[in-house]
């Protein structure tokens, strides 16, 4: 059993938050950051932590992770090594909107490289595994729903690469011309299109005032990240048209991510699964 290497807080400053807590720089040493979970949530820093080491090793660009820890107040985070000058695409994008199709372009490269990354299946879960699983804890859907869903995700072709497993535009960063990926608590492996669908999702999907807050920009520019992605991921023989129909379904199926972390149903994500549950 790993033992958490005890901080304090006194030691950090806040700089930004999410779903499952927040994340602060450390006053006395810049090179390390501090993701911090909400309290109550133990095992779940030591499973991004043990997750987050296997993923830097395999060399796809994340912040090298650190020791697993706990606050004077007893809340568990992971220490980074911090990337000094960095900012997100979600947040370039919001500043810069004039610059999104050549954030959209960056993005768009850093998922066909993850993507590309073949993994030792047996060190990392399927991503149909999880989402049949999310599927029978998920307590929103009635069983007749529940196995359309499970069928079709049963009949996705498998893929032995990454899925990030929260593939959007906030969790991925930039300083200077290097890339990374962060918040990879989800990392698993199979088809592309389960993590797609999240970058769909929080373009298209998501209302106004969830993209402003979460996002740092307007709906409409978050169309125009999305409507600039999908030429230079999937290439100009596929219309945006043909894009959105093959992904809608992928989209839908994040709610069972959603829903896990909210404990709530999002019926504003159920129309995107009417192909499968129709």
Excluded at 86 to 95: I, P, Q
Excluded at 126 to 131: G, P, S, T, W
Excluded at 271 to 278: C, G, Q, R, V, Y
Aim: aromatic fraction near 12%; charge should be negative; include cysteine.
């Amino acid at each position: 059993m790993i033992k958490p290497v005890k901080i304090s807080l006194k030691d950090y400053v806040q700089f930004g938050g999410g779903a499952n807590g927040e994340s602060f720089d450390c006053i006395s040493d810049p090179s390390l950051m501090l993701k911090l979970y909400f309290p109550g949530k133990i095992q779940q820093p030591l499973d991004e932590m043990m997750l987050a080491r296997k993923v830097y090793a395999m060399g796809i660009p994340t912040p090298e992770p650190g020791e697993y820890v706990e606050t004077e107040d007893g809340r568990y985070g992971i220490r980074f090594h911090r990337i000094p000058g960095k900012v997100s695409y979600a947040r370039a994008t919001g500043d810069h909107p004039e610059k999104v199709k050549q954030y959209a372009a960056e993005f768009a490269a850093m998922c066909r490289d993850l993507h590309a990354t073949h993994v030792n299946t047996s060190e990392f879960e399927n991503v149909k595994d999880r989402y049949l699983r999310l599927l029978q804890e998920n307590p929103f859907f009635t069983g007749e729903e529940k196995e359309k869903l499970a069928r079709f995700i049963t009949e996705v072709p498998d893929e032995d690469t990454a899925i990030h497993g929260d593939l959007q535009y906030g969790n991925a960063i930039f300083a200077g011309d290097k890339r990374y990926f962060i918040d990879l608590g989800d990392f698993c492996y199979g088809n592309h299109l389960f993590d797609v669908g999240m970058v769909y999702l929080c373009s298209y999907l998501s209302d106004e005032a969830f993209i402003q807050e979460a996002f740092h920009m307007p709906k409409p520019v978050a169309k125009q990240f999305w409507d600039a992605f999908v030429p230079e991921y999937f290439g100009p023989q596929i219309s945006l048209e043909e894009a959105e129909t093959l992904i809608l379904p992928y989209a839908g199926l994040k709610t069972l991510i959603v829903e896990r972390d909210t404990k709530r149903p999002m019926l504003e994500f159920r129309d995107a699964l009417k192909s499968i549950l129709e």
